[in-house]
């Protein structure tokens, strides 16, 4: 009896654990179908673990602006891919193209940035089939 308890401790604590970090990764509150978001400008890159954020303003047609942040992969991650602490900065002007929240919110999962002279920084997700986990 005295080893039962330890062990279903063990056993609750490691499931408990496990649950949230599924949950960290899931991709649920992103929607499949990714959206383009034209005259983009970096306000804020937060180059940090466990996820880079990317803060931006973007101008509709009317020219209201409206703020929007996007999560990619982690600073090793992308690094693999070609990026660089520096590879996007605050002023940049860019087109951003992601996965966008569920609810409305102006948040999602970066595909890629794109530059005014085309160059590409993908992300980890880029393959929306990447998201089905």
Do not use: C
Not at 53 to 65: E, M, S, T, W, Y
Not at 104 to 113: P, Q
Request: proline share 6%; charged share 20%; glycine share 6%.
């Amino acid at each position: 009896m005295n080893v039962r308890v330890p062990l279903l401790l063990v056993v609750i604590v490691l499931a408990v654990m496990s649950a949230s970090l599924s949950a960290h990764h899931s991709a649920v509150a992103y929607l499949q179908q990714p959206i383009v978001l034209k005259n983009a400008t970096i306000t804020k890159v937060v180059w940090a673990h466990p996820h880079i954020i990317l803060a931006f303003a973007v101008k509709d047609p009317k020219g209201a602006v409206s703020n929007w942040s996007a999560e990619s992969g982690s600073p090793g991650s992308v690094a693999r891919l070609g990026w660089r602490h520096n590879s996007v900065k605050a002023g940049d002007a860019v087109t951003i193209e992601l996965f966008p929240a569920k609810n409305g919110a102006r948040v999602g999962r970066l595909k890629k940035v794109i530059f005014p002279d085309g160059r590409e920084l993908l992300d980890t997700q880029s393959n929306p089939e990447s998201l089905k986990r």
